[in-house]
């Protein structure tokens, strides 16, 4: 009578790990949630990017920004993390049709962090007003667009 129920609760937990798996499964690299992109049209001057403790962070898969801009104010810094072990080579530029176009605009401080993977590092300040492009070297595709408000 006891394996009843055991067996119910194996079936239900195997159940929802299936649906999580399908989840994972279903979600888009680069894509940001509805949340997100809600914040980023109200016109907020927080960033959607910016994590629940505050600051403006931006995390990083395997081969990609978690998305693919953030607005921060003039002077602000942004927080790049790093979520799994893959190494990345942050710099100013940009992918173009699969060609790394390396570049610094006028004003924006000079990037080259490199990153070991699970690791955090903070780069800016950003002190000049305007858009400006990072990408990963490593990574073919990784963009990440700084506006400065």
């Known amino acids: 009578m006891e394996q009843k129920p055991l067996r119910l609760l194996w079936l239900v937990l195997t159940a929802l790990a299936l649906m999580s ?10 894509t940001t949630s509805s949340t997100a992109a809600n914040a980023s049209s109200s016109g907020s001057s927080s960033s959607a990017a910016s994590s629940a403790s ?3 962070t931006v995390k990083m898969d395997a081969t ?5 801009s953030i607005t921060i104010k003039k002077g602000e810094s942004i927080t790049l993390v790093d979520t799994v072990a893959v190494p990345h080579i942050i710099q100013n530029g940009s992918w173009v049709n699969g060609t790394a176009k390396p570049g610094i605009e006028p004003g924006a401080p000079k990037i080259d962090v490199q990153f070991s993977g ?3 590092k903070q780069i800016g300040p950003f002190t000049t007003a305007g ?3 990072l990408y990963c070297t490593i990574h073919q595709g990784m963009n990440l667009t700084v506006i400065v408000k």
Do not use: H, I, W
């Open 21 to 30: 798996l399908l989840l994972v499964a279903c979600t888009r690299p680069g």
């Open 118 to 120: 699970n690791d955090t």
């Open 64 to 68: 990609s920004f978690e998305v693919s």
């Open 131 to 133: 858009t400006f492009k």
């Open 54 to 56: 505050g600051g403006n």
